[in-house]
Structures are given as C-alpha cells and as structure tokens.
Antibody
Framework: EVQLVESGGGFVQPGRSLRLSCTTS????????MGWFRQAPGKGLEWVGFIRSKTYGETTEIAASVEGRFTISRDDSKNIAYLQMDSLKIEDTAIYYC????????????WGLGTLVTVSS | EIVMTQSPASLSVSPEERVTLSCRAS??????LAWYQHKPGQSPRLLIYGASTRATDTPVRFSGSGSGTEFTLTISRLQSEDFAVYYCLQYKNWPPRYTFGQGTKLEIK
C-alpha cells in the first residue's frame, strides 16, 4: 500500500525556519517526482512545488509565492522528500501536503494527510 | 499566472440530484485539467485527469468535460459521500506554475 506521511510541522515565529519531511513506503520512491501543496486556514489548495526524480536530475520547480525562501530536496536512500522553509511569514501558515507525482497527468496522484505549520509571533 | 475560476462557490443540493460544477481558465490549458474532492481531515482525492478521464476507483457517476478554457464536473446522482469541496487544477504551464480554482463546496439541502 502506498503511504505518505508528512511530519515536522509546528509553531514557529516569523523569520524562522522549519523543515518538513515526507516519509514514504509502498512504492519505489526513486522512480517518482514528489510534490508539495498547502492549504491555509479557510482557503483553497495551493501548489508549492516539486522535485523530479534522479533520472531527471532531481531538479525542482517552486511557486513564485515561496521562491527564494522554500527549497525541496530528496533522499532516495531513506525514501523521504523534504521541504525546507526559511524566512517564514505569517501567510505561510497552512497544512502542508506532499504527493507522489508532481501532477495528476499519469492518472494517479496520492497525497499524505498533511502537517500543520503555524507561523505566529 | 493562469487564473482558475470555479463557480458556484457553494451549492446546496439534495441526494440523488444531478449537479454540474464549472471551472474556467484565464488562458487555454488544453486538456491539462484535473478535479479533486476534498473532505475535512482527509487528503485531496483525484477524481478526473486529462479533463475527462476518470482516475482509478472514481465512480462512474462522476464525469468531466471541456478543453481549452471551459471545464465542467458533473455528478449524475449525488450520494451522501459526495458532499465535499471540489477543486480544479491546471497543470499545463511551462515552466510549471500550477494553479487551483478556489473550490466549490457541495452541501446537503
């Protein structure tokens, strides 16, 4: 069974950093791109970015709203994707989800249950 | 950035009714359009991709149509488990800058 579990969320002050992890099982992690999405309280879903597989150079794409502050990486030996969030702002408060596949183009797009990040002073 | 606009924002309907949700793109996304169902406390569930192809395990009462800038999701006979928020997502951009609609909330009448 494919499973994705986000962790690392919590309460953090503006300007600080946080690293989220997406721990996976049930599939060959290294074969897949991995995506990140978020949902602010009372708002809709927002695309954050993704990282391609090693075959495609582990290159990343990031949304303009977080570019320069957020970076995505992966450790294929541990089956984990990461979202490093620096210079956090109050508006980054959200539930953060990871997904297997960057997009639904292949017909499957499995997400985790998310982890809550609260940015507040 | 491609702006996705969903309508209506919310809809109150009775079980067994037929409902159509709309999604409009500010510029053509071809058929790179997906629909998701999202319930509180759960992860979003992919229903439709490629504008009209049902994902695995998507019930046949869900159908998607459209291309270019106008898209619809139709639920032929609403079941109790279908009450949720529905989002469209365009994934056409290059470089990738994917965007969601703001969502349509389906509520029980």
């Amino acid at each position: 069974e494919v499973q994705l579990v986000e962790s690392g969320g919590g309460f953090v002050q503006p300007g600080r950093s946080l690293r989220l992890s997406c721990t996976t099982s049930g599939f060959t992690f290294g074969d897949y791109s991995m995506g990140w999405f978020r949902q602010a309280p009372g708002k809709g879903l927002e695309w954050v970015g993704f990282i391609r597989s090693k075959t495609y150079g582990e290159t990343t794409e990031i949304a303009a709203s977080v570019e320069g502050r957020f970076t995505i990486s992966r450790d294929d030996s541990k089956n984990i994707a990461y979202l490093q969030m620096d210079s956090l702002k109050i508006e980054d408060t959200a539930i953060y989800y990871c997904s297997r596949h960057a997009t639904p183009a292949t017909g499957t797009h499995i997400w985790g249950l998310g982890t809550l990040v609260t940015v507040s002073s | 950035e491609i702006v996705m606009t969903q309508s209506p924002a919310s809809l109150s309907v009775s079980p067994e009714e037929r409902v159509t949700l709309s999604c409009r793109a500010s510029q053509s996304v071809s058929d790179h359009l997906a629909w998701y169902q999202h319930k509180p406390g759960q992860s979003p569930r992919l229903l439709i991709y490629g504008a009209s192809t049902r994902a695995t395990d998507t019930p046949v009462r869900f159908s998607g149509s459209g291309s270019g800038t106008e898209f619809t999701l139709t639920i032929s006979r609403l079941q109790s488990e279908d009450f949720a928020v529905y989002y469209c997502l365009q994934y056409k951009n290059w470089p990738p800058r994917y965007t969601f609609g703001q969502g349509t909330k389906l509520e029980i009448k």
